[in-house]
C-alpha cells in the first residue's frame, strides 16, 4: 500500500485561499484514484474530492464546487487541493486518501493521512 502525508492546512481568513499537499511514498501512486475528505468537530469525515489516475476526471462535493480544485502530479507522487474563497463552514481536518477506483465513499479507500487542520476565522 502507498503511505500518504499532508501538509499545508493552517489558519486564514473568510475569503483566503489555502493549498493541501499530499505526498505518497512507494511506487503505486499512479495506480491509485486520490481522494481529499475533511472532518469537523462532532461531524461525520465526508467527501471533499476525488480525481482519477491519470488527473484526467475529477469530482467535487457540491459544498466546494467552483471554490476547490483537485489536481495530481504523478512524477512527485502528489496530490493536491487548492481551496479558494475558504468559508468558516470549511474549517475541519483534511485527509487525503487512495483508493483502487473513482469514489466519494471512506469505505472505499485503502491508505489515509494523518490529516491536516484547516481553520478559518470569520
Known amino acids: 500500500q502507498v503511505q500518504l502525508v499532508e501538509s499545508g492546512g493552517g489558519l486564514v481568513q473568510a475569503g483566503g485561499s489555502l493549498r493541501l499537499s499530499c505526498a505518497a511514498s512507494?511506487?503505486?501512486?499512479?495506480?491509485?484514484?486520490m481522494d481529499w475528505f475533511r472532518q469537523a468537530p462532532g461531524k461525520e469525515r465526508e467527501f471533499v474530492a476525488v480525481?482519477?489516475?491519470?488527473?484526467?476526471?475529477?469530482y467535487y462535493a457540491d459544498s466546494v464546487k467552483g471554490r476547490f480544485t483537485i489536481s495530481r502530479d504523478n512524477a512527485k507522487k502528489t496530490v493536491y487541493l487548492q481551496m479558494n474563497s475558504l468559508k468558516p463552514e470549511d474549517t475541519a481536518v483534511y485527509y487525503c486518501?487512495?483508493?483502487?477506483?473513482?469514489?466519494?465513499?471512506?469505505?472505499?479507500?485503502?491508505?489515509w493521512g494523518q490529516g491536516t487542520q484547516v481553520t478559518v476565522s470569520s
Open positions: 512507494g511506487r503505486t501512486f499512479s495506480t491509485y484514484a
Open positions: 480525481i482519477n489516475r491519470s488527473g484526467t476526471s475529477t
Open positions: 486518501a487512495a483508493g483502487p477506483s473513482v469514489s466519494p465513499r471512506t469505505v472505499d479507500a485503502v491508505s
